[in-house]
């Protein structure tokens, strides 16, 4: 019997692979980023990416402690950077000039608002103005205007990818959504390289806080758990991978033996390998735990 999901997947990369599309993801000159050459090869470094994690940054009722939580984020940025003050930090990504976009997971795990106020006020700290923080997550949003975008997607199993995250989370910008949910989603990466979006990402900041390991269409609360986490890189592939492995750990604890996620989550690899936008390989991911290590599952 014919395995259609392989040949397709196969036949996908195949096709598509050769053509050299370039890394163009915006960071500043002291991260050690893995660029995609002219020939499709990458450098040997490494991508960083970052858990914080606090066991106080949500009481028992699920409420977010937004000063803990702001702690975590000054975390993630001084880590990154190298920085010893924060604002120094975050002028590292941005300046007063830029009009930045905060892109949110709108549906089924959304990003919690105070992340988001979080973000918005470190910005506003170092002379952007509320005007020119916007939220840039949807299929109308004009990107025209935008200098700089944040991803800030909360992590989440998805019943059409696999995982339904960072590489995901541009999705609506396409137009078009349903397309790129055929071949598994292998085409997920595609969407960066867009002229709309492509190199405007200057940071990623997932919302681990209370993840969602199993992958709907509709929420189911018995697959959401408080991981009181914030994962961060300039790498959407790397945090995938790590996300994902932070999901499936849990499926399986849940189960008690291995519970696969279905469909295979094949964007990741086919967003490193064909599209260039990271690693996807563990190998050549570098991540840097800090903080509350209970059940971290990685």
């Known amino acids: 019997m014919i395995d259609k999901k392989k040949i397709t997947r196969r036949d996908f990369i195949r096709g598509t692979v050769g053509t050299t599309l ?11 980023k893995s660029l995609a050459s002219e020939t499709g090869q990458k450098t040997a470094g490494k991508s960083l990416v970052l858990l914080v994690r606090d066991e106080n940054v949500l009481d028992d009722r699920m409420n977010v402690n937004k ?3 702001a702690g975590m984020v000054d975390r993630i940025i001084l880590e990154l950077t190298g920085k010893k003050d924060s604002q120094q930090a975050w002028l590292s990504f ?27 006020e470190a910005l506003m700290a170092i002379g952007i ?23 800030v997607p909360g992590l989440k199993a998805h019943w059409l990818t696999g995982i339904g995250t960072v590489i995901k989370n541009y999705i609506l910008y396409s137009g078009a959504p349903r397309n790129y949910h055929y071949e598994d989603s292998a085409k997920l990466g595609e969407i960066w390289h867009l002229p709309q979006v492509k190199g405007k990402t200057r940071l990623i ?3 681990a806080l209370r993840p969602v390991c199993d992958k709907g269409p509709q929420f189911d609360p018995r697959y959401r758990w408080p991981y009181k986490g914030l994962l961060a890189s300039t790498d959407p592939v790397a ?32 967003a ?18 800090i903080g509350w ?6």
Request: aromatic content about 4%.
């Open 272 to 289: 490193d390998t064909v599209y260039q936008l990271g690693q996807s390989k563990l190998e050549n991911i570098e991540i840097r735990k």
């Open 67 to 69: 000063k803990i939580l």
């Open 205 to 207: 900041i997932v919302d």
């Open 293 to 298: 290590d209970k059940e971290i599952l990685i």
């Open 239 to 270: 945090l995938d991978v790590v996300g994902l492995k932070i999901i499936q750990a849990k499926r399986d604890e849940l189960r008690g033996e291995p519970w696969p996620i279905s469909p295979p989550p094949i964007c990741i690899e086919a």
């Open 22 to 32: 370039g890394l163009t993801l915006v960071a500043p000159d002291w991260v050690k």
């Open 94 to 120: 941005f300046n007063p000039q830029d009009v930045v976009g905060l892109v949110p997971t709108p549906m089924m795990n959304p990003t919690h608002q105070e992340l988001l106020e979080v973000i918005k």
């Open 129 to 151: 103005p509320e005007a020119n923080i916007r939220n840039a997550q949807g299929r109308n949003v004009d990107l025209t205007s935008i200098t700089a975008l944040i991803s």
